[in-house]
């Protein structure tokens, strides 16, 4: 019993480390996260979202404990969601798993890419949620040869990931600007340069990338939006019989000297 006890503690304290491990490790790159736009309550958005996330994200992430299904309380019929968001292979009472091989994902990316289910609320730390986290992690990639990849990220130095949405964002490279500090000059980025563009403006992309946050918000715990609601009934409802109550009571004791 002690045995399993402590295994469960080992485990709880890597998982809680890994989480915290992210976002420390995405705010050493020395910037505030963005604050991204709340949208899950936008089922426009949402269906955007999940259909981006399907297209750009699931060839290599897994959302293994999610189903397809589940879509349909986004406003998607499930023929909607067989003829646009499954591959061939799926089906729909499915969970959202990656066809990718690990061993081969080790190779290319240097270890297997996470399940992204809950991962808007795994990046949560001191400088935001973890949907800000993810919203500022998508916009700023960047053109870096010395990379495997070609690509780097300022929210998340040196990450392994490549910039998939880089067909709809375009490419960019960074502004260096020489600093001074503590005696010693270095160079930090300043901003991007547009060096091609991508099939969206600049405004578009951060409407998409904004969507594909708020679905992968509403994925990580799809009753919030219920539990919010019924929390706000709940209040009222203790509110207007604490009120009754209190009446009652002084009618009770009206005559009791």
């Not at 020489?178 to 005696?183: D, L, N, R, S, Y």
Request: hydrophobic content about 40%; charged content about 20%.
């Amino acid at each position: 019993m002690k045995n399993t006890v402590k295994k469960l503690l080992l485990a709880l304290a890597a998982t809680v480390g890994l989480a915290v491990g992210g976002a420390a490790h995405a705010a050493e790159g020395g910037i505030a996260w963005d604050k991204a736009p709340n949208k899950t309550n936008d089922l426009a958005a949402l269906q955007n979202g999940a259909k981006l996330f399907v297209n750009y994200c699931l060839s290599c992430h897994s959302a293994a404990f999610m189903r397809f299904n589940r879509l349909q309380d986004l406003g998607l019929s499930e023929q909607q969601i067989k003829d646009n968001l499954l591959f061939t292979t799926d089906k729909v009472g499915e969970t959202m798993k990656s066809a990718i091989d690990p061993r081969q994902a080790k190779d290319w990316f240097g270890g297997n890419p996470p399940d992204l289910t809950v991962i808007s609320r795994s990046r949560a730390g001191h400088g935001g949620t973890g949907a800000d986290y993810l919203y500022t992690f998508l916009r700023t990639f960047y053109r870096d040869d010395t990379k495997p990849t070609g690509w780097n990220n300022l929210a998340y130095p040196n990450v392994g990931m490549p910039h998939v949405l880089w067909e709809l964002q375009g490419e960019r490279r960074p502004i260096l600007t020489k600093v001074e500090a503590h005696g010693h000059e270095s160079e930090v980025i300043t901003g991007f340069e547009q060096v091609k563009p991508g099939t969206m403006t600049p405004l578009q992309y951060e409407q998409a990338v904004g969507d594909l946050v708020s679905y992968m918000q509403w994925m990580a715990e799809p009753a919030q939006n219920k539990r919010v609601r019924t929390g706000v009934w709940v209040l009222l409802f203790l509110g207007v019989f604490t009120l009754i109550a209190w009446r009652l009571n002084a009618a009770f004791w009206k005559d009791v000297k």
